[in-house]
């Protein structure tokens, strides 16, 4: 089982940056890739982007090309989300969740941190 615990939201000004980390436990070698969504209010949760365990690819919502990044320390346990240049519509809950593997869904998700983000 892994646990996965989330950190770094706040309030940040449009046009600043902001980095979150998720700190992963427990059987931390048994997945295939981390990723990254959001929940804003009365929308459904997003992919933003996800990292391979084994060969630190990475793959973006179109929403975040460019402006955000994923990258990992493995002696950490940790995913980062850099935000760069956010925006007002980035306010959400972002949550890291992880996957098994290739086929399978997203489990292990965290409690998710807040971001918001002002005009």
């Known amino acids: 089982q892994v646990q996965l615990v989330e950190s770094g939201g706040g309030l940040v000004q449009a046009g600043d940056s902001l980095r979150l980390s998720c700190e992963a436990s427990?059987?931390?070698?048994?997945?295939?890739?981390m990723g990254w969504f959001r929940q804003a209010p009365g929308k459904e949760r997003e992919f933003v982007g996800n990292i391979r365990w084994s060969s630190d690819s990475t793959n973006y919502a179109d929403s975040v090309k460019g402006r955000f990044t994923i990258s990992r320390d493995n002696a950490k346990n940790t995913v980062y989300l850099q935000m760069n240049s956010p925006k007002p519509e980035d306010t959400a809950v972002y949550y890291c969740a992880t996957k098994s593997n290739i086929f399978a869904t997203y489990a292990n998700w965290g409690q998710g941190t807040q971001v918001t983000v002002s005009s």
């Open positions: 427990g059987r931390t070698f048994s997945f295939y890739a």
